[in-house]
């Protein structure tokens, strides 16, 4: 981690800054300690961010192909076939021909892939559970309603989800 350097412009002049607030402000902050959390869940394991996001698609899919991960993660197929390929080597993923379809090509997890699945859902679900939060369950199913609400609103003005 970074120290805090804190600059004073010689000039005098001082940027425009551009900060939210309220809930907005609240929201940001928790997706950026959401992704604190994802950074420190990869390094854990030796993975990079986006192999963790990889592995949690695979995982929410159940089966997914290599273009549709691509487009999924806004990458490209050929930073698939690396990724999947680290993911294949650590043992965390699978490549399986399609029942029906021999020239289709899926990612899967394996059983060592869904065990860390678990212990990573494990992990953040005690995280944020009551026991882990100064929160009761009503609380929580609260904010849980009004995350959902606020994700279907932006959604329905155009922010696809995978």
């Known amino acids: 981690m970074r120290p805090k ?10 940027p425009e800054r551009h900060v939210l607030q309220g809930f907005p402000d609240t929201a940001a902050r928790f997706v950026r300690a959401m992704e604190q959390n994802q950074r420190r ?13 990889a592995i949690f698609r695979i995982a929410a899919a159940g089966s997914v192909t290599p273009k549709q991960l691509a487009v999924d993660l ?6 698939i076939t690396g990724l999947s390929t680290r993911l294949v080597d650590a043992g965390l993923v699978a490549r399986v ?12 997890l394996t ?10 859902h494990d992990d953040f679900k005690a995280r944020l559970s009551a026991a882990g939060t100064p929160l009761g369950d009503d609380e ?4 849980a ?3 959902q609400a606020l994700t279907r609103r932006l959604v329905d003005q155009g922010g696809d989800l995978p």
């Open 111 to 120: 059983p060592a892939g869904h065990a860390a699945m678990r212990e990573m």
């Open 140 to 143: 929580l199913s609260a904010a």
């Open 97 to 108: 021909e399609h029942p029906l379809d021999r020239r289709s090509l899926h990612l899967e």
């Open 145 to 147: 309603s009004v995350l």
């Open 74 to 79: 806004s990458v490209t197929k050929g930073a």
């Open 5 to 14: 350097i804190d600059v004073e412009p010689t000039s005098g002049h001082q």
């Open 41 to 53: 869940v990869a390094a854990e394991r030796g993975l990079s961010d986006f192999d963790l996001r």
